[in-house]
C-alpha cells in the first residue's frame, strides 16, 4: 500500500527562526494537502497543492508540490507561539478506485519557545 | 455551514460496553471517512463512504468495529463489545470529489 514519510518528527525552535518539514512517498499522488493539529481538535487544513511543481503562500506558509509527484515540503517562516503543533501532510492518489481517500503522514510536532 | 459535527466529544467506558460515535458532514459532502488516531500509529483510516456506500472498510480492526451511513446527513461508527485497546481518538470527516477533507473535532474514547 501506499505510505508516506514525513520529518523530522519533532522540532524544537525559538520564535522567530524559519521552519521546514517534508513528506516523501513511494507512489504517485494526485493531491497534496498540509494541515495542523492543535490539543483537542480536528486537523485543519493549511495549504492544498493540486499541480507538480507547484508553489502555494498562504501568508507565513510556503508549500510546494514536487515535480516527481511523490513529495513535497512545508516553509513556515518567522515562527511564532501559536504555530506550536501537529502538522500533518497528506496525499490524495489518482482517483482510478480510491475517490477521495487520503494518506496521512506521520506527523511533525512543533514547539516554537518564546 | 457549521463543519462536521461529531458527538460526543469525550466517552469513557467499562470494557465490554457498546459504543456508537456520530458524525454528521458538511452539507453537499458525498465522501465521509471515519479515521482513528493513536501516539503509536497516527492517523488511521478505518473505513469511508460514498454516497452512503461503504466504499472500503479495510482499514476496520475486526469484527467489533462497524460503521454505517443511513443518510447523506448521519454516520456512526459503533464499537461492541469495547475493548481498552479501543481507546484512541475518532474522526470524521467529509469532502465532495476531488476537494479538500474537513475534519470533525474528534471524540476521545477511554476504554476502562
Known amino acids: 500500500g501506499q505510505q508516506l514519510n514525513q520529518s523530522p518528527q519533532s522540532m524544537f525552535i525559538q520564535e522567530g527562526e524559519d521552519v521546514s518539514m517534508n513528506c516523501t512517498s513511494s507512489?504517485?499522488?494526485?493531491?497534496w494537502l498540509w494541515y495542523k493539529q492543535d490539543p483537542g481538535e480536528g486537523p485543519v487544513l493549511l495549504i492544498a497543492?493540486?499541480?507538480?511543481?507547484e508553489l502555494t503562500s498562504n501568508g507565513r506558509l510556503t508549500a510546494q508540490f514536487g515535480i516527481t509527484r511523490k513529495d513535497s515540503f512545508l516553509n513556515i517562516s518567522a515562527s511564532i507561539p501559536s504555530d506550536v503543533g501537529i502538522y500533518f501532510c497528506?496525499?490524495?492518489?489518482?482517483?482510478?478506485?480510491?475517490?477521495?481517500?487520503?494518506?496521512f503522514g506521520e506527523g511533525t510536532q512543533l514547539t516554537v519557545n518564546p | 455551514d457549521a463543519g462536521v459535527i461529531q458527538s460526543p466529544r469525550h466517552e469513557v467506558t467499562e470494557m465490554g460496553q457498546e459504543v456508537t460515535l456520530r458524525c454528521k458532514p458538511i452539507?453537499?459532502?458525498?465522501?465521509l471517512f471515519w479515521y482513528r488516531q493513536t501516539m503509536m500509529r497516527g492517523l488511521e483510516l478505518l473505513i469511508y463512504?460514498?454516497?452512503?456506500?461503504?466504499?472500503?472498510d479495510s482499514g476496520m480492526p475486526e469484527d467489533r468495529f462497524s460503521a454505517k451511513m443511513p443518510n447523506a446527513s448521519f454516520s456512526t461508527l459503533k464499537i461492541q463489545p469495547s475493548e481498552p485497546r479501543d481507546s484512541a481518538v475518532y474522526f470524521c470527516?467529509?469532502?465532495?470529489?476531488?476537494?479538500?477533507?474537513?475534519f470533525g473535532q474528534g471524540t476521545r474514547l477511554t476504554v476502562v
Open positions: 497543492l493540486y499541480k507538480a511543481g
Open positions: 507512489s504517485i499522488f494526485n493531491t
Open positions: 463512504f460514498n454516497n452512503n456506500v461503504p466504499i472500503d
Open positions: 497528506a496525499g490524495q492518489p489518482r482517483e482510478e478506485t480510491s475517490g477521495s481517500r487520503l494518506t
Open positions: 470527516a467529509s469532502t465532495r470529489r476531488n476537494t479538500e477533507a474537513f
Open positions: 452539507s453537499g459532502h458525498d465522501y
